[in-house]
């Protein structure tokens, strides 16, 4: 075999390594958890979301679970005091879940791809959540009665059902649940070009092949 030749079949098998390096790398997801509203929105440009803001939900007092419709909503996540309540009120102007609990538990009927909320607490609080039972990210909501901050989780590759948000025993209000499905996986950012510029090293090396 020629040396010509010997070259082009070490450029063609190293294109190929390379391809496939990029392909599988750019492969890596999991759930992204951000306070960063302006981020979500960004990454999660093209989806649908569907809101329960609890406007037009009836007063509902003391309970532990309730269901939405598309979620379910459940708090007590460590069930261990039974002063752990619930309820749909009057949240400063605004309806919401005022809870005292560890935490809150939401799962959905259908599987998502990105789910938000807003949540305030009077002392600030701090959670590890996790999504389908996997550590996902934590997030610090500072303290001020009323003041809501913004959570957003979302894993475009891999639909789930279930968001944990636990923290300490405390009292905390949760307004504006969001949710959305992928029609679609959409491809990294990147990965368009990545996989131009290999399939044009794969052009290169079949045509000198070819020539050859």
């Known amino acids: 075999m020629s040396d010509s030749m010997t070259r082009i079949k070490a450029n063609l098998t190293g294109a190929l390594c390379a391809f496939a390096t990029l392909l599988f790398a750019s492969n890596a997801f999991g759930a992204s958890v951000t306070t960063d509203q302006a981020a979500f929105n960004a990454a999660t440009t093209g989806l649908v979301f569907q809101t329960e803001d609890f406007e037009t939900q009836p007063d509902q007092f003391s309970f532990r679970e309730a269901?939405?419709?598309?979620?379910?909503?459940?708090?007590?996540?460590?069930?261990?005091?039974?002063?752990?309540?619930?309820?749909?009120?009057?949240?400063?102007?605004?309806?919401?879940?005022?809870?005292?609990?560890?935490?809150?538990?939401?799962?959905?009927?259908?599987?998502?791809?990105?789910?938000?909320?807003?949540?305030?607490?009077?002392?600030?609080?701090t959670s590890d959540i996790q999504v389908d039972g996997q550590p996902a990210g934590s997030v610090v909501v500072p303290a001020g009665?009323?003041?809501?901050?913004?959570?957003?989780?979302?894993?475009?590759?891999?639909?789930?059902?279930?968001?944990?948000?636990?923290?300490?025993?405390?009292?905390?209000?949760?307004?504006?649940?969001?949710?959305?499905?992928?029609?679609?996986?959409?491809?990294?950012?990147?990965?368009?070009?990545?996989?131009a510029v290999g399939l044009?090293?794969?052009?290169?090396?079949?045509?000198?092949?070819?020539?050859g």
């Open 200 to 211: 044009g090293f794969l052009g290169m090396a079949r045509r000198q092949v070819n020539s």
């Open 145 to 195: 009665s009323g003041v809501f901050s913004f959570v957003g989780i979302f894993d475009l590759a891999t639909p789930f059902t279930t968001v944990a948000v636990p923290f300490f025993f405390q009292t905390a209000d949760v307004d504006d649940i969001s949710f959305a499905t992928a029609t679609a996986i959409p491809l990294p950012g990147g990965l368009p070009l990545m996989l």
């Open 67 to 125: 269901d939405f419709g598309p979620f379910v909503f459940r708090d007590n996540l460590a069930d261990a005091s039974a002063s752990d309540t619930a309820s749909v009120t009057d949240c400063g102007g605004n309806r919401c879940i005022d809870f005292i609990s560890f935490g809150f538990l939401l799962t959905f009927d259908e599987p998502v791809n990105a789910v938000s909320f807003l949540i305030a607490d009077s002392e600030g609080l």
